[in-house]
């Protein structure tokens, strides 16, 4: 008898859950038209036909979530290997002697080419050229330190530049004339599109120099991308 009494209100229970395309929702009580002669004749056939149609429902949902996930994970491990590929950090210094070394000063203008390399993540630096190329569009953080030491009784100066495609970004210079050594340090956080080439120069007259102690280095990496995998 308690039995009977279960099945017969187990309709009503089921009644009131709807599972949809966008998952679970309540309902108006009541049996489905098509579904009120079999609860007439026998209220068992009428709470097995219930619960298998909510199962069909539940299985829809279900299929629909587990497809939807599938989608979602592929399109992450998609961006995800693309991030990988496309990492880039450097960190160079001018050079590794073991005696203080300088490069300049120059009549004109001249890319400084740092031949120390400490990291070069996606290998973005030329060490030939000491030009850095932009991966992929995003915004790059660049820092660069010069450092020089003038002989005695010689004028000194120890100015560059960061530029991109060959604009001026940040400048770098000092010229006090009080002492025989010299330094600057310029910091930039720049937007990039990818191609773009970032490099320091070192300007007309001036030179820079450095040892295993590492005064002049120049470093950049990827603060976040700006374009889409």
Not at 75 to 88: G, I
Not at 116 to 144: D, H, K
Request: some cysteine.
């Amino acid at each position: 008898m308690r039995g009977l009494v279960l099945l017969c209100l187990l309709p009503a229970a089921l009644s009131e859950m709807n599972f949809g395309w966008n998952g679970p929702a309540s309902t108006t009580p009541g049996a489905e038209p098509s579904l009120v002669p079999v609860c007439n004749s026998g209220q068992e056939s009428c709470g097995c036909c219930l619960m298998q149609k909510q199962i069909n429902r539940m299985e829809q949902f279900f299929n629909y979530s587990v497809q939807e996930l599938k989608t979602q994970l592929m399109n992450s491990k998609t961006n995800l290997n693309y991030m990988r590929a496309s990492r880039s950090a450097f960190s160079v210094a001018l050079n590794n002697a073991n005696t203080l070394t300088c490069f300049g000063p120059f009549a004109n203008d001249k890319p400084i080419i740092f031949k120390n390399i400490f990291i070069n993540l996606g290998n973005n630096y030329n060490e030939q050229t000491g030009i850095f190329t932009a991966p992929r569009a995003g915004v790059y953080s660049f820092s660069i330190s010069i450092y020089s030491l003038a002989a005695s009784g010689k004028a000194q100066a120890s100015c560059a530049s960061l530029r991109v495609n060959g604009n001026e970004a940040a400048p770098l210079s000092e010229r006090n004339g009080k002492d025989r050594e010299d330094s600057s340090t310029a910091v930039a956080a720049v937007q990039l599109k990818a191609g773009d080439q970032v490099v320091a120069s070192l300007l007309q007259g001036c030179d820079i120099c450095d040892d295993v102690n590492h005064y002049s280095t120049f470093t950049g990496f990827l603060l976040y991308a700006t374009d889409k995998a």
